[in-house]
């Protein structure tokens, strides 16, 4: 996968030179480039913001150095893509944005380029969103209902839920079967040595050897934690993700 990251803070973004992405990219499993908005300003002050158009507070970034950066980094990956390839994502986090899912990591993980604009200030100018849709699919994605400064940690979020899903990049991948909302429920709780902490015990059950009896518990365990503080996520399960045995629960 080829992703292109685009902020005023490139800094920010450190944290992807870490880990399991930071040795991906490394290993040349993740194409990765964090870019410079201000590369592509031309003015003395390397300016990419202005005061909003019918006023109110804050400043909104201007739209040429973003069109400019976006030209510049779609142009290049046609250049270098050795078969037509699909439009690039374009990401565009965004607290006014459609919620970032595990089923949005798991589709965006089968793309092959992804372009994410960090706006700051109170936003970018709306223009360009509307003019990137030419050469991009573009979608606005918020990761939550809170406000953040900037779209820097929206992108290391993303970043980090969708390169994990790319083969290659997770150290197991059998971790990935039984976590939380991969199936719509959250994941059991997990126990390791010693089986006595501090007087507290690690479940019988674990113990036991049984592998069906330890699944059913599992699965108890998932559907009990789920019901008791996602109960969202328990209406919103299809008619056959639950058998009569989860409706004793
Ligand atoms: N930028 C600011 N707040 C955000 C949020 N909640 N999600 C994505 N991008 C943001």
Not at 63 to 92: C, K, Q
Not at 106 to 122: D, F
Not at 143 to 163: H, P, S, T
Not at 187 to 205: F, L, N, Q, S
Request: glycine letters at 8%; aromatic letters at 6%; proline letters at 6%.
């Amino acid at each position: 996968m080829r992703l292109d990251v685009i902020s005023i803070f490139p800094e920010y973004l450190a944290p992807l030179q870490l880990s399991l992405i930071g040795r991906a990219v490394r290993d040349g499993a993740l194409d990765l480039a964090v870019h410079d908005l201000r590369d592509w300003t031309h003015d003395r002050h390397r300016t990419v913001d202005d005061t909003p158009y019918g006023g109110g507070a804050g400043m909104v970034m201007l739209a040429e150095p973003w069109a400019e950066a976006l030209t510049e980094i779609s142009d290049r990956a046609e250049e270098d893509a050795e078969a037509p390839a699909d439009r690039p994502v374009l990401l565009v986090p965004s607290p006014a944005g459609i919620p970032f899912t595990q089923r949005m990591a798991e589709e965006l993980a089968g793309r092959e380029h992804l372009v994410i604009a960090c706006g700051r200030y109170e936003g970018i100018d709306q223009r360009v969103v509307d003019w990137a849709d030419e050469r991009f699919e573009v979608r606005l994605v918020s990761i939550g209902d809170y406000v953040l400064n900037g779209g820097e940690v929206a992108a290391l979020v993303m970043i980090e839920a969708v390169a994990r899903l790319i083969p290659g990049i997770i150290g197991n991948p059998e971790s990935l079967t039984e976590e939380s909302h991969e199936d719509g429920l959250l994941e059991y709780p997990v126990y390791t040595k010693p089986a006595v902490w501090r007087g507290r015990e690690v479940p019988e059950i674990l113990l036991s050897g049984n592998h069906a009896a330890i699944d059913r518990w599992r699965r108890d365990q998932r559907l009990k934690r789920t019901a008791q503080v996602r109960p969202d996520l328990i209406a919103a399960l299809g008619a056959d993700a639950l058998d009569p045995r989860d409706r004793a629960v």
